[in-house]
């Protein structure tokens, strides 16, 4: 079947711009992942969406990071006012009740 | 603080030889550990966790609590074993996943 889908695959965007970026899980897949991979760096933890729970947004970097799921579907990633800081991979991975989680192909943000 | 470190930013070795990729961890507590593996142009995907202790492409890995460390063994790599390996721990079902910064392995004939 379909695994973890993400779009764009790149997106280049001036600097104070915002993006949003998009995340389609697996389907019946109750866990929601985003992280953040910079040039050189692990992949950075950025928040956790498990079913109709509060999300865990232990790991957003300031208050510019937002996201968003509907129910156990589609999550959107928001940037506002991006920085060149912001430039990585964004990576979204899903997973059944905590079990493994699938890894969607990323998202390459570029700020100019 | 929860850490999980890989010291090799790279690993060259030959078609045949045996491959070690280091993996140390930090964690208050009993996390679960994996290693997830990245080939070109591919998405990551998991290649073992230490709760299956089970070998995976001729892969395998020990937990050692003692030494809190998740080393990444084959006895014999393959060219097709080239790619980026990430340590990685969970504090549990559900939990987001600590990563260490990766190493790449390059196999060469």
């Known amino acids: 079947g379909a695994g973890v889908s993400q779009s764009p695959s790149n997106k280049v965007t001036e600097k104070g711009k915002d993006v949003e970026l998009r995340c389609d899980p697996i389907?019946?897949?109750?866990?929601l992942y985003w992280y953040r991979q910079r040039l050189g760096q692990g992949l950075e933890f950025l928040i956790y969406?498990?079913?109709?729970?509060?999300?865990?947004k232990s790991g957003l970097p300031s208050d510019r990071f937002s996201a968003e799921r509907t129910g156990e579907s589609v999550s959107t990633l928001t940037i506002q006012r991006t920085q060149q800081e912001d430039s990585a991979v964004y990576l979204c991975?899903?997973?059944?009740?905590?079990?493994?989680?699938?890894f969607g192909p990323g998202t390459r943000l570029t700020v100019t | 603080a929860q850490r999980v470190t890989q010291p090799e930013k790279l690993l060259s070795v030959f078609k045949g030889a045996p491959v070690e990729l280091k993996c140390n961890y930090s964690?208050?507590?009993?996390?679960?550990l994996f290693w997830y593996v990245q080939y070109s142009r591919q998405r990551l995907q998991l290649l073992l966790r230490?709760?299956s202790r089970e070998s995976i492409k001729g892969f395998t890995a020990d937990l050692n609590k003692g030494e809190t460390s998740f080393h990444l063994k084959k006895p014999f790599a393959q060219e097709e074993d080239s790619a980026m390996y990430y340590c990685a721990l969970s504090g549990g079902a559900g939990t987001a996943l600590i990563f260490g910064k990766g190493t790449t392995l390059s196999v060469s004939s």
């Open positions: 991975a899903s997973s059944f009740r905590g079990r493994e989680q699938y």
């Open positions: 969406f498990q079913g109709n729970s509060a999300p865990d």
């Open positions: 389907s019946g897949h109750t866990a």
């Open positions: 964690y208050s507590g009993s996390p679960e």
């Open positions: 230490h709760i």
